[in-house]
Nanobody, 127 residues
Framework: QVQVAESGGGQVQPGGSLTLSCVLS???????????VGWSRQVPGAEREFVAA????????RYGDSVKGRFTISRNTSKNDAYHQMNSQVPEDTAVYYC?????????????????WGQGTQVAVSS
């Protein structure tokens, strides 16, 4: 497993933007490009919802239906960091956002696709 840490959560007004960051603590000869990274979110009492992910090796991205066209994920392999740009936010985006990683696998929309998870960061969209 690899340590995963999210940051960047906070409060934003409807229509606003927020960027989350996800850093992987890698050791030895591990490289960031060998990891799939995914984002999901959860509100109290509900199941975790898939938001976005990119596969290891940079082979494509996928987004959940509720965020397509509004959210964009990217990564900086030199910093072992993945970014999650959230635009045109709506109150329904309010949730705890989790970043997860899987080495040479994962990249899918299910929790079982990832073996390492961060602690989550709270995002609140309200006026």
């Amino acid at each position: 497993q690899v340590q995963v840490a999210e940051s960047g959560g906070g409060q934003v007004q409807p229509g606003g933007s927020l960027t989350l960051s996800c850093v992987l603590s890698l050791s030895g000869i591990s490289t960031f490009s060998n990891y799939a990274v995914g984002w999901s979110r959860q509100v109290p009492g509900a199941e975790r919802e898939f938001v976005a992910a990119f596969k290891w090796g940079g082979a494509g991205k996928r987004y959940g239906d509720s965020v397509k066209g509004r959210f964009t994920i990217s990564r900086n392999t030199s910093k072992n960091d993945a970014y999650h740009q959230m635009n045109s936010q709506v109150p329904e985006d309010t949730a705890v956002y989790y970043c997860a990683a899987e080495r040479r696998g994962g990249g899918g929309p299910y929790e079982r696709d990832y073996g390492s998870w961060g602690q989550g960061t709270q995002v609140a969209v309200s006026s």
